[in-house]
């Protein structure tokens, strides 16, 4: 017997301080009555209430709480392991984190949707094998391709331009990158395997330095895809300036003093994706890029990966919540009242008839 989630059991101690609670509430309440009744009355407003049955209707009520905390805890028993092989691909996703990613032409921001759209992709993503590299003026790889997506989604949500030392706009040394980080780790390729590799580049598409086509050329020679998905709007938008509490303190300006405006062209990340061999989307607010980038990558060959073997257990928490349901049926089914209630004749306290 083992629980999945052991460190719920210690709620368990916390319902020894809230009995203490109750018990000194109730004898509290109790002298409260005592001094303003007159023993007689007293004995009289309380004889139809059994203080035994009370105490039984408490003990069940913690039983049931402890109880439903055992099977929060989820109790398993027993043992199957099992070898799971995955199939996919290998992908690098570029993620641009330049300064003009801030801009706010689209709700919240690009930044912002960008992320919504790689957690989405992720989420459709399960069987492959995914990295991440933040790029702007310069590049850095935050993640080697790796099956754990839960990992990768902490590190997209703390994304920011602060990810890479050099701002501007660079998709040369992102694709470089990519390529130097399918180098150095990811599946060997042996005689017999066949692995797909690809790069997914999500920008604003505005690149500040020539290279990135001829980059580009020399991948798909090397077998690795390009697809792009570009956010952001032609009209364009400032990019906001705000402080450590987020709130906007201006815009950010040109040496001549200007207030910039970043406009959104998807040209160079179309060029790149047509030269990659893959597809390229625009990313909206409500819309459904991510999926279709997926989509487009279902289409390549998949390889398999090596086998995992994979531990499971039988879950045993109905049990505990089967008993908790019961128990608190009879606790709201069980009266507080003595079977025979004593009755007021007069000044006299008599049995009832």
């Known amino acids: 017997m083992r629980f999945e989630s052991a460190h719920a059991l210690n709620w368990i101690w916390f319902l020894i301080p809230l009995a203490g609670v109750i018990w000194f509430r109730l004898k509290q309440r109790r ?8 023993t007689e009355a007293f004995q009289f407003l309380t004889a139809s209430v059994s203080r035994s049955k009370q105490r039984w209707k408490y003990v069940l009520q913690f039983l049931c709480l402890i109880l439903m905390i055992v099977a929060y805890a989820r109790p398993q028993k027993g043992k199957a392991i099992e070898d799971v092989k995955s199939e996919g691909i290998e992908l690098m996703i570029l993620f641009d984190v330049s300064n003009s990613m801030l801009a706010e032409d689209v709700k919240p921001s ?10 989405r992709f992720l989420n459709l993503a399960s069987g492959d094998r995914v990295g991440l590299i933040a790029f702007a003026g310069s590049a850095a790889m935050l ?6 997506k839960s990992a990768l989604k902490m590190f997209i949500e703390s994304l920011g331009p602060e990810a890479v030392s050099t701002q501007g706009t660079e998709f040369r040394k992102a694709l470089q990158e990519a390529f130097d ?13 066949v692995l797909t590799r690809a790069i997914l580049i999500v920008s604003d598409g505005e690149d500040n330095e020539p290279g990135a086509l001829e980059t580009a050329k020399a991948l798909v020679k090397e077998g690795i895809h390009i697809f792009s998905m570009v956010v952001g709007t032609q009209k364009g ?40 061999q893959g597809s390229f989307y625009h990313a909206t607010f409500g819309g459904n890029a991510a999926k279709k980038v997926y989509e487009d990558i279902l289409k390549l060959e998949r390889a398999e990966f090596e086998s995992a073997q994979v531990t499971s257990y039988d879950e045993r928490f109905q049990w505990p919540l089967f008993f908790a349901f019961l128990i608190g049926l009879l606790e709201l089914l069980m009266s507080e009242r003595r079977p025979k209630p004593r009755l007021w004749r007069g000044r006299f306290q008599v049995g009832a008839r």
Not at 111 to 119: R, T
Not at 181 to 193: C, I
């Open 31 to 38: 002298k409260r009555m005592q001094n303003v009744f007159k």
């Open 110 to 119: 690009r930044l912002q949707l960008a992320k919504s759209e790689v957690m």
């Open 143 to 148: 993640s080697p391709v790796t099956p754990d």
């Open 181 to 193: 980080a399918f180098q150095r780790g990811g599946v060997d390729r042996g005689e017999d395997t």
């Open 237 to 276: 938008g400032l990019i906001p300036v705000r402080d450590a509490r987020g709130v906007l303190r201006g815009y950010r300006k040109d040496p001549s003093g200007q207030e910039i405006m970043t406009k959104t062209d998807g040209t160079v990340l179309r060029q790149l994706a047509k030269e990659g």
